[in-house]
């Protein structure tokens, strides 16, 4: 269980490094408060469903009352609040920046193929300079002992096969666009809570306390494991 | 001259040679550096290295270089002979230039070639540019700008560039006009770091700005809020609500606001507390405003925390205060006025206007209570100003509210003393003195209490009554200036326009402004509406009033206010138009122009149509009185000297006629003239079509009359009955040989002529032709000589008008002698009097006898070489052209 445990956190860090040192260009702003407030505003503004899901119900012709029934988030797709809780700030803001990284992925897809969602490119930029920040964020914790920590289970999303059918594939989007931004409200909820004490870990979410001692080890409500970063498999 | 011509050929051989060589294009040696850019002040050297192949050619070396800049030679002592190939110049502390630099040689020992030649400029490297800094106005993409440094006299590019921590962005490159500032491609990402420097480049260097990096949300010049509306509320008259609507910048961030307020008039704006409005919100309730007074709110915004721009001002917004009761009671006094009847006085009870920051609101009424001790109340309602009462000799006591549509004022309580009552303390030491441009007046305090002083006074003028005017004190004062105004503005209009009129008036002169104005209360109202109030600021000479209705009298007067009260001017009357200026022009015009358009396309078509309109409504009616002699003959002799409007007409099948010339004297004519006659009779009907009854054809009204009018002794005048004319009709003209040649007659209810009411003297004329065997055409003229008696004198001179050159006593002297040897001949035929009115009408031309032989002759010889005419070509017998009828 050591070795597995060091094996998860060596792999982690070496994902985290490799993150950073890719992706390093200019330089961030080295304010830990700022950074936050910043990563919890875009959280905020990628929560809205008003500038993705609501346009593409709309556009998709999905605006209607038995459809929207279900357009509801698919389990396992996206991290769990509750898993996120769980996570250390740096295995979140792996797992943060891998999920941003499929969302870019899958936009880019809705993209080509709606061309009538005008904010989606906006979407997408925002996407990317949360990524940026994440990535300075990362920079900030990476001296910290927080960032060393050995991060919880990674399970591994499931993979969703693309359906034929071209109603299935408006609802997959659909449900899709829910999950994103159900997901970013969760980390919104995350976030909040390391302005209350940055320089703690908030190990369990109060609402995780209620539960019934399910002590996730699972990131995704499936109970797949959530890989640190890389891929999102859909 | 030897030597001149030795140059020549040598220089066309150094030309022959070079370009044998492909001198011109393949420079005998160059420059190095090429395109050189030099620092100011630096130093610049630059070499020239010959070819040798050059060299060998002109037997040079580098020796025989020498530099020239912009065509002048570069002294020698800036030369540098590198080698035997190179030579160099040298420039010392280069200053700003543009110029020419070339290397020569002097070849043959006399021929200055030029070798290379480069373009030596001069600048300075950029500077550091400095305060970058950028704007993001919502809605819009980032622009950054920054100050370039010194003038580089280089063309220089600046680059502004920015990054993520993660990405970078394209480049903005500074556009040339605008090298300052760059607006980025791409969307502003707000809560994202930022990076951003400027590059400056130019021939002489690169250089680049200091980074920033921010946050673009911490520079957004969000948009004015929008929307603002001004509400009152009628529980309290000293507030307003203000409500807008924010931009959307508000989803991202947190906004503070300025709200700034003036009163209508004022130029100076008053700012809520800037803490009060320091959070997002889209209302906000003003308070501490006077009542019944209108003010202008805008308001603008930016984020709270103070970190990037305010936005512009919104659109102003205004709103008037609710109106709260009057804050203090009105002046009053009194004046008795002898009474007479015994026991009684009439008392006039004045009262001061209230200045509208006193009054709250529209002052409806006054309610004026009269009192006697112990007596019933007498109540008043009052419009106006003052009351006049009958009062007894006693004591009373009088009160005066004003009262608004919220509420009464104070009251301001009188005592009107007895008659007999003296005064125990009076006012003592009155003086008045000037100073400061007002009247001070000065009294002495009386010992026992006083409740308050009433100042009267009166301007002493030689030419004007006494008019007294009054003002209250408190009764602590005992010094004061005379503050109320003696006369109010006289308002007048300035332009008056449907919905609105412009008022102006003067300032009041200082002599009878009486203390300060404070403000200026316009009245205005209409016959039966009610009056409406408006405040204007004493710095203001005019006003504009709004929302008026078009084609009303209004009634507008003006009163002026100082701290003590006011003073009303006289009332003016005017009447909005009907129209708003430009608005019956807006109408006419377009109708003029329509109807001169229209008319101008009647009067086109008409005249495109003219021939087939004068056709249909006004066709050509003959006038027996402007007919005149035409040659009649088979074949028109070439003589007339026609015009080219003549030919206008030689391809007509009808053409007007005006003069017949009648071949005659020869026996075979009258037959020939029988068959024309029946001919005529023949194809009368066809032609009919053709003639168009009295005016169809001017053929049918020129050709008779003119052979008729051959009889001029007979001049009685014809008026009655109709008569027959003949017509013409032919298919060609003059030496065109017609188609269809037809002679025809038709019918006309033109007046009978003489002839045909005197068969007499047809009949006498018919027996003098009959001798020659000419009967049948002798009826046919006798016609036509009817109707030439109309008035034949009068025909030759009113065609004699249209002549150019026509002497008329000639003209009448040669009517007379025609007239007398028609009478002197014995033969009398018609032939002859035809002949006679021939020659009067060829008058018209210069030399009107010797025409007159000359017709004569002509005539009878084409009679006699023509023979039997076989055709009658209606000719115009017109001096300079064709004589359309």
């Given amino acids: 269980m050591r070795a597995q445990l060091t094996q998860r956190m060596l792999l982690s860090l070496v994902l985290g490094l490799l993150f950073l040192s890719t992706a390093a260009t200019g330089s961030c702003s080295g304010k830990y408060q700022g950074l936050l407030e910043q990563l919890r505003s875009q959280a905020d503004y990628m929560q809205d469903t008003s500038r993705l899901l609501d346009p593409y119900i709309h556009i998709q012709g999905l605006d209607t009352s038995g459809l929207k029934e279900h357009c509801k988030e698919r389990p396992g797709v996206f991290p769990s609040e509750d898993a996120l809780w769980r996570l250390s700030r740096w295995d979140f803001l792996q797992i943060l920046n891998a999920t941003l990284g499929q969302v870019l992925h899958r936009l880019t897809t809705f993209q080509q193929d709606l061309p009538q969602l005008k904010d989606l490119g906006m979407v997408m930029l925002y996407i990317r300079g949360f990524q940026s920040n994440i990535h300075c964020m990362c920079q900030l914790l990476g001296s910290s002992s927080e960032a060393a920590k050995p991060t919880q289970a990674s399970p591994a999303p499931p993979l969703p096969t693309l359906a034929s059918d071209a109603f299935q594939r408006k609802l997959e989007g659909c449900r899709f666009l829910s999950g994103y931004h159900h997901f970013m409200h969760s980390v919104a909820q995350v976030l909040r809570e390391w302005g209350k004490s940055p320089r703690r870990i908030r190990r369990h979410s109060p609402r995780q306390a209620l539960q019934k001692g399910a002590h996730g080890t699972h990131l995704f409500s499936r109970g797949r494991r959530l890989a640190p970063s890389g891929q999102l498999p859909w | 001259m030897l030597t001149l011509q030795t140059w020549i050929v040598q220089a066309l051989l150094v030309f022959l040679t070079t370009d044998s060589i492909g001198g011109l294009l393949d420079p005998c040696g160059y420059i190095n550096p090429e395109s050189p850019v030099v620092q100011l002040g630096s130093n610049f050297t630059a070499v020239c290295v010959l070819k040798e192949k050059c060299m060998d050619y002109f037997h040079v070396n580098a020796n025989y270089i020498f530099w020239k800049t912009n065509h002048v030679t570069v002294p020698k002592e800036q030369y540098t002979v590198i080698n035997r190939t190179a030579s160099s110049v040298t420039f010392t502390n280069i200053p700003l230039l543009n110029s020419q630099l070339t290397c020569n040689i002097r070849t043959f020992g006399q021929i200055d070639q030029n070798v290379y030649g480069i373009r030596i400029i001069s600048g300075l490297p950029p500077e550091k540019p400095k305060n970058l800094n950028c704007i993001v106005n919502e809605g819009k993409k980032m622009m950054c700008q920054w100050a370039p440094g010194r003038e580089t006299y280089l063309e220089t590019n600046f680059t502004l560039k920015s990054e993520w921590a993660t990405e970078k962005f394209d480049d903005c490159e500074a556009k040339r006009d605008t090298p300052t500032s760059c607006t980025v491609d791409y969307s502003p990402v707000y809560f994202v770091n930022i990076e951003v420097w400027v590059e400056a480049e130019n021939a002489l260097g690169k250089v680049t700005s200091d980074h920033i990096n921010f946050d673009p949300i911490d520079k957004v010049k969000p948009n004015a809020p929008h929307n603002l509306s001004v509400n009152n509320s009628e529980e309290l008259s000293s507030i307003l609500k203000l409500t807008w609507i924010n931009s959307n ?31 997002t919100r889209s209302s906000f309730t003003v308070q501490d405003l006077k009542p019944f007074t209108e003010y202008v709110f805008r308001i603008r915004c930016m984020k709270a925390d103070g970190k990037g721009f305010w936005s512009d001002w919104s659109e102003e917004a205004s709103g008037i205060t609710y109106e709260d009761r009057p804050s203090k009671a009105p002046s009053f006094w009194y004046k008795i006025e002898p009474s007479r009847t015994h026991g009684h006085r009439s008392v006039q009870l004045i009262w001061k206007t209230l200045p509208p920051f006193e009054a709250n609101g529209k002052i409806l009424d006054y309610e004026v209570t009269v009192t006697r001790w112990k007596s019933r109340l007498q109540n008043y309602t009052v419009n106006g100003t003052e009351l006049t009462v009958n009062l007894t000799n006693d004591r009373y006591i009088a009160t005066l509210t004003a009262r608004n549509l919220v509420g009464k004022s104070d009251a301001s309580v009188l005592t009107i003393p007895a008659c007999d009552f003296q005064a125990t303390h009076p006012v003592m030491d009155l003086k008045a003195f000037p100073k400061d441009n007002v009247l001070w007046v000065e009294w002495t305090a009386t010992n026992g209490s006083v409740n308050k002083y009433i100042l009267e006074w009166c301007v002493l003028s030689d030419t004007l009554p006494c008019i007294p005017d009054w003002q209250q004190e408190d009764g602590t004062v005992h010094r004061t200036y005379l503050r109320a105004p003696s006369k109010g503005p006289t308002v007048r209009t300035k332009k008056v326009g449907k919905n609105e009129a412009v008022l102006e008036w003067d300032q009041l002169p200082v002599d009878v402004q009486n203390g300060f104005i404070r403000n200026y209360t316009i009245f205005y109202r209409t016959i039966i509406g009610n009056e409406t109030a408006v405040n204007v600021d004493s710095s203001h000479t005019e006003y504009t009033l709004s929302s008026l209705t078009s084609d009303t009298l209004y009634m507008v007067r003006m009163a002026a206010y100082t701290d003590e009260g006011g003073k009303d001017g006289p009332e003016f009357t005017f009447t909005t138009p009907k129209f708003a200026q430009g608005e019956i022009e807006a109408i006419v015009v377009p109708v003029c122009l329509a109807f001169l358009l229209t008319t101008l396309l009647g009067v086109l078509f008409c005249f495109n149509k003219r021939d087939l309109i004068k056709k249909h409504i006004w066709p050509n009616v003959p006038d027996p009185s402007k007919s005149h002699i035409a040659q009649w003959s088979p074949h028109t002799p070439p003589r007339h000297n026609f015009n080219s409007k003549d030919q206008m007409y030689s391809d007509g099948n009808f053409t007007d006629v005006s003069v017949v010339e009648i071949e005659a004297n020869d026996k075979k004519t009258f037959p020939e003239d029988m068959k024309s006659l029946d001919l005529f009779k023949r194809e009368k009907i066809s032609t009919e079509g053709h003639s168009s009854g009295i005016g169809g054809s001017s053929c049918m009204s020129s050709s008779r009359p003119s052979i008729s009018s051959s009889d001029e002794n007979e001049s009685a005048q014809n008026t009655s009955s109709t008569v027959q004319y003949s017509t013409v009709v032919h298919s060609g003209y003059r030496h065109q040989v017609p188609s269809v040649q037809v002679f025809s007659r038709s019918e006309s209810t033109q007046p009978l002529l003489d ?52 002497n008329q006593e000639d003209f009448v002297r040669l009517k007379q002698q025609q007239i007398s040897d028609h009478i002197s001949q014995s033969s009398g035929s018609g032939q002859m009097k035809m002949f006679q009115e021939v020659s009067t009408a060829a008058s018209f031309g210069p030399g009107t006898e010797e025409q007159v032989e000359r017709f004569e002759t002509v005539g009878m010889e084409a009679a006699i070489d023509e023979g039997m005419p076989k055709s009658y070509l209606p000719q115009t017998v017109r001096q300079g052209g064709y004589m359309p009828q």
């Fill in chain 2, 755 to 806: 002839s045909e009411e005197r068969p007499e003297d047809l009949q006498l004329v018919d027996n003098v032709e009959g001798s020659d065997g000419v009967l049948p055409r002798q009826q046919y003229f006798k016609q036509n000589c009817g109707q030439r008696e109309t008035s034949p004198v009068i025909s030759h001179f009113e065609r004699s008008k249209q002549g150019s050159s026509i």
């Fill in chain 2, 249 to 279: 910048i508000k989803n991202f961030i947190t906004l503070k606001y300025n709200i700034q307020y003036r009163t209508k008039d004022a130029s100076t704006w008053s700012q809520i507390p800037p803490e009060d409005t320091a959070s």
